[in-house]
């Protein structure tokens, strides 16, 4: 934050998305759909299904809001979530992604271009995504980002560690290449 802040990114934007993030996570502990949908995106347990946290057996719906278990881990995960913001100063973004980074090997990419296709994030709507071309492949919904994409290494410790480049569509690469970031082999920049 502080390297983006340094480099003119607004303050405001920062702030916005801090406050998305904590009205997110109020929503959790307020909201019985946010909840079901935070529980079954962020479990992996067979018990935490949308079909089997629906109902309870008498087929009466679950307060998960107010019933002891779920309060505890919607509580559990506000706490969590708090401390990583107050902490650690992580904002969570809907529409990013950690990826690992590949060279173009088959030098179709120019510079300042970059190859991204993701498999559609189960937190996340597929509506999100309709502004992307879309394919599914193996049974798995998979989306090309075309636009403008800010990148930034991890650990990020120098102004250069962040670049903002053009993200562009290729059938080829689109064929094989999936949740990884491929980066040109020509260019100024490595």
């Not at 405001?12 to 307020?30: A, C, H, K, P, T």
């Not at 969570?92 to 030098?107: H, T």
């Not at 996340?124 to 989306?143: C, G, I, L, M």
């Not at 410790?157 to 094989?176: C, K, Q, W, Y």
């Amino acid at each position: 934050i502080m390297i983006m802040s340094a480099l003119g990114v607004a303050d405001e934007s920062f702030e916005r998305l801090q406050n998305e993030m904590l009205i997110g996570m109020i929503d959790v502990l307020v909201n019985e759909n946010a909840l079901l949908s935070y529980l079954t995106s962020n479990y992996k347990c067979p018990y935490f299904t949308a079909k089997e946290l629906q109902f309870n057996r008498d087929n009466s719906k679950i307060p998960y809001t107010s019933e002891p278990f779920f309060r505890a881990l919607a509580i559990c995960a506000y706490k969590t979530q708090l401390a990583d913001l107050l902490n650690k100063s992580r904002i969570y973004l809907p529409k990013g992604r950690i990826l690992m980074g590949v060279i173009d090997e088959a030098g179709i990419l120019g510079p300042n271009e970059v190859f991204v296709q993701c498999s559609v994030d189960s937190r996340d709507s597929f509506d999100n995504y309709a502004t992307f071309p879309t394919s599914t492949v193996d049974h798995r919904t998979r989306f090309v980002v075309t636009a403008n994409v800010c990148i930034a290494k991890n650990p990020c410790m120098h102004p250069g560690d962040i670049r903002t480049v053009r993200a562009v569509h290729n059938e080829f690469l689109a064929s094989f290449m999936f949740d990884v970031v491929v980066f040109p082999k020509t260019g100024t920049v490595p």
